[in-house]
C-alpha cells in the first residue's frame, strides 16, 4: 500500500511565524503536490515537484515556497504565516500523474 | 467560473436509493476524469477513473459527455457507508501532472 504521511495532524502558530510541513511517501513516486482545502473551494493546488529539485507553482502560490531535496520527501514552507493560511492542508503523491495519493491532512490555525 | 463546478449538495437520500451527481468543466481540452471520495475529517481516495464509454465499478457507474463537457456519477441501492463527498476531478493537459479538483458533492445516506 502507498504511505504518504505528514509531520502533524495539528499545528497552532502565530503570525509572521515560520512554519514548516513536511510530506513523506514510501513507493519513490517522482510526483508529489500540496493542495490547500477549504470550505466551499475545494483543493487548490499551491505548488507541485515532478523530480528532486524540481517545482513548479500551482494556482495559489503566493505567501508559499517548497524544497525537494529528496525524492521521498517534499516540505512546503510558509516563510511568515498569515491568519488567512488558516486552512486543511494535503500533500499527495503519484507516479504517473494520474491516481494521486494523499495524506491525511494537516490542519494549520494561524492565530 | 470555475474550471471545475459542482452541486454542493447536501443530498440526502433514503438507504437503497439511486442517486446521481453532475459536474461540469471548462476546458474542453481535459484530457482524464476521476470521482475521487472523501470521507468527514479524511483524505480523498480515488474512486474511480471516468473513459469515454463510461464504466462500471459494482453499484457505481460513471460517463463521459464530452460533447456537454460533463461528468456524472450514478449510485445505486444506496448504502449507510456511501455518505461521503464526492470530488468531480479533472486533469488538463497542458504538460502538467496536476489535477484539477471540484470542491465536491455531500451525499448523506439515512436509514
Known amino acids: 500500500d502507498v504511505k504518504v504521511t505528514q509531520s502533524s495532524r495539528y499545528l497552532v502558530k502565530r503570525t509572521g511565524e515560520k512554519v514548516f510541513l513536511e510530506c513523506v511517501q514510501d513507493?519513490?513516486?517522482?510526483?508529489m503536490f500540496w493542495y490547500r482545502q477549504d470550505p466551499g473551494l475545494g483543493l487548490r493546488l499551491i505548488y507541485f515537484?515532478?523530480?528532486?529539485?524540481?517545482?513548479e507553482k500551482g494556482d495559489i502560490p503566493e505567501g508559499y515556497s517548497v524544497s525537494r531535496e529528496k525524492k521521498e520527501r517534499f516540505s512546503l514552507i510558509l516563510e511568515s504565516a498569515s491568519t488567512n493560511q488558516t486552512s486543511m492542508y494535503l500533500c499527495?503523491?503519484?507516479?504517473?500523474?494520474?491516481?494521486?495519493?494523499f495524506g491525511p491532512g494537516t490542519r494549520l490555525t494561524v492565530l | 467560473r470555475k474550471e471545475v463546478e459542482q452541486d454542493p449538495g447536501p443530498f440526502n437520500v433514503p438507504e437503497g436509493a439511486t442517486v446521481a451527481f453532475n459536474c461540469t468543466y471548462s476546458?474542453?481540452?481535459?484530457?482524464?476524469f476521476f470521482w475521487y471520495r472523501q470521507d468527514c475529517r479524511k483524505e480523498p481516495k480515488l474512486l474511480m477513473s471516468?473513459?469515454?464509454s463510461g464504466n462500471e465499478d459494482g453499484r457505481f457507474t460513471a460517463q463521459l459527455n464530452r460533447a456537454s463537457q460533463y461528468i456524472s456519477l450514478l449510485i445505486r441501492d444506496s448504502k449507510l457507508s456511501d455518505s461521503a463527498t464526492y470530488l468531480c476531478v479533472v486533469n488538463i493537459n497542458t504538460g502538467r501532472r496536476a489535477l484539477t479538483f471540484g470542491s465536491g458533492t455531500r451525499l448523506q445516506v439515512q436509514p
Open positions: 471516468v473513459y469515454s
Open positions: 499527495a503523491s503519484s507516479l504517473l500523474g494520474i491516481e494521486q495519493f
Open positions: 513507493m519513490d513516486h517522482e510526483n
Open positions: 515537484s515532478y523530480d528532486v529539485k524540481m517545482k
Open positions: 476546458n474542453s481540452a481535459s484530457q482524464s
